[in-house]
């Protein structure tokens, strides 16, 4: 079968593109090398089988050539990250919505009819909570004053204690989106899903947690903290950690990212019912923020992280997530342990280093 990958050239794309080509697909790729992604906007080395095509995804023209003979179509191509927020809203809004819907639109033309999609932890905003007393609750955001003490931890709406935070699944709603990225990968599964009611097709929208791996772009949005710790040791500088370092998060590997892909086009291609699909795609073993500073910076020979207390409205304190459903129904297990993971993230090399 033959597949198209939109976003192919990019992070998470090329380790996709390199596992489909191992598994016997025929590979496309449309990527617009945006140069928040690729600043050189030079196209990557990709599989000798794979195909290439430097378009935008607004270009309807440019989706019907390259969706000639494609049975199924991988949607990585986004703009990530919090940006500017509403400063970057037209941008994200663009490049995230209007493309999904060109890309709909011509897939519906062309009889495609399958899809993977690229979705975000982001649509969750925070964990579940559960109260000692009143059980499951959900705990207002946290507040100015609240930070600038130095008071973390959410708190139950009801009595005011303390609240642990429990992995959401995708049977849990999602939350009203805190930013302008958030907000377009929403509208992305609304999209996905209403294209799929109306034309019987089938997507399988994979919720990415915190990303990280080998060749990532440097200072890249992708993954948030791990990132930025990577970018601050590669300088030889101590990461900086926000809040109290104790905020949990799920990091997983982009190779595990990439094998869930794979497995999404294999379940997505097979004969299910129509509709849209929701699967976490996470490492199961969530860790504080301050943990992943101390691993990044012990890895790189970096000065131990420094615990600023700083803080961003907006926020999570901690989002961790069951990656059960995609390894009950996908049959996919991440693989990359968290220490050797990590360990070859530092080593590895920074796309996009100016320095």
């Not at 925070?126 to 609240?146: I, L, Q, T």
């Not at 009801?158 to 509208?187: F, I, M, Q, S």
């Amino acid at each position: 079968m033959r597949v198209l990958v939109t976003g192919g050239a990019g992070f998470i794309g090329r380790r996709t593109v390199t596992e489909l080509v191992r598994e016997g697909y025929e590979v496309r790729v449309l990527d617009a090398l945006l140069p928040e992604a690729h600043p050189e906007r030079v196209p990557p080395r990709l599989p000798d089988a794979t195909g290439f095509a430097h378009a935008d995804l607004r270009d309807a023209d440019a989706v019907r050539r390259a969706l000639e003979g494609v049975g199924l179509v991988v949607h990585l191509a986004a703009i990530v990250g919090r940006g500017r927020e509403i400063l970057d809203a037209p941008k994200h809004v663009g490049c995230n919505n209007l493309a999904t819907a060109v890309l709909l639109a011509v897939m519906t033309e062309a009889g495609v009819s399958r899809m993977v999609l690229a979705s975000s932890v982001a649509l969750y905003g925070e964990s579940a909570y559960v109260c000692p007393r009143h059980g499951r609750v959900s705990p207002p955001a946290r507040s100015r004053a609240d930070l600038d003490a130095g008071r973390f931890e959410p708190q139950c709406p009801h009595c005011g204690a303390a609240v642990r935070a429990e992995p959401v699944t995708e049977a849990d709603p999602v939350d009203p989106p805190r930013n302008v990225y958030a907000v377009t990968k929403l509208a992305q599964e609304h999209l996905v899903a209403t294209w799929a009611r109306e034309t019987g097709g089938r997507v399988a929208a994979l919720r990415y947690h915190h990303v990280y791996g080998p060749e990532m772009p440097y200072d890249s949005p992708y993954a948030g903290v791990a990132a930025a710790f990577r970018s601050a040791v590669a300088r030889g500088k101590a990461p900086e950690v926000y809040e109290d370092g104790a905020s949990q998060r799920d990091f997983v590997h982009v190779q595990d990212v990439a094998s869930a892909n794979v497995a999404a086009v294999r379940w997505a291609g097979a004969r299910h019912p129509e509709g849209l699909r929701v699967f976490n795609i996470a490492s199961g073993e969530p860790r504080s923020v301050g943990e992943l500073a101390a691993a990044v910076a012990a890895s790189g020979g970096a000065p131990a992280p420094v615990v600023t207390g700083r803080y961003r409205i907006g926020d999570a304190r901690h989002i961790v997530a069951s990656p059960a459903r995609a390894r009950r129904e996908l049959d996919w297990r991440p693989r990359v342990p968290f220490p050797s993971g990590v360990k070859q993230f530092v080593s590895a090399p920074m796309l996009g280093d100016a320095r």
